[in-house]
């Protein structure tokens, strides 16, 4: 395993071409988190994703692959989808509030996180 050090002080694009060559050659790279590791790979390529499985020993199953691919094409779609959609909110130049994105759905805890940020930002 070769290990690749960042350090925060330094721009981070030399540091961190050697972990995108080894994502474009095929081969599944691990980065630290605040509690876990995670796994990263080309996440439109079938070989890696089912590399990246495998490194984490889930069964690599075909339709397991195929679904996870779809997943992030969908995915995918939906960020440049809303990427453009701030394009075109940006050339208004009006005043606009970022939420966070709320992966577990809305629910009442979701709705009180958005409204502490709407107060952060000066809303209410």
């Not at 925060?8 to 509690?35: E, H, K, Y």
């Not at 439109?44 to 089912?50: C, E, I, L, T, Y």
């Not at 990246?52 to 779609?77: K, P, T, W």
């Amino acid at each position: 395993m070769k290990r690749i050090y960042i350090n925060p002080n330094r721009a981070l694009a030399p540091q961190l071409q050697p972990a995108v060559d080894a994502i474009a050659a095929g081969q599944v790279v691990a980065f630290p988190t605040d509690t876990l590791y995670g796994l990263g790979a080309n996440p439109f390529d079938p070989a890696g994703v089912a590399g990246e499985l495998g490194v984490a020993r889930i069964d690599d199953g075909a339709n397991l692959v195929a679904s996870l691919l779809e997943e992030g094409h969908d995915h995918a779609q939906r960020r440049a989808l809303e990427d453009e959609q701030r394009r075109h909110i940006d050339k208004l130049d009006v005043p606009v509030l970022d939420l966070p994105r709320l992966a577990d759905g809305i629910d009442l805890g979701g709705l009180y996180e958005l409204a502490a940020e709407l107060c952060e930002q000066g809303v209410g």
